[in-house]
């Protein structure tokens, strides 16, 4: 069974980016081998996988989301959430 890493990070809201995707700073990005896809598991319930982007702008410390997909998916803007490739299982 592979190991996938994963990191607690802060999800903000983010009008500059559009809906299905997220933001992520590249280094962290390379750290967790995220390279299209990433998943954001809020609580151990809500599961929702967005496109990922790099942007140097965006800390190290959290991912910025698209504030649509965060009202339907039930998360609050600077929630704590598990971050991690997505391996399409």
Known sequence: MEHRIERRMRVKKNDSV???????????ATQLKIVDSLEVVVAGKRK???KALTGADVPASEIWACPDDMTKSGVADNSIATIR?????
């Open 18 to 28: 559009k809906e299905g995707q997220a933001k992520i700073n590249p280094q962290t």
């Open 48 to 50: 929702f996988v967005l």
């Open 85 to 89: 490739a997505y391996s399409g299982s």
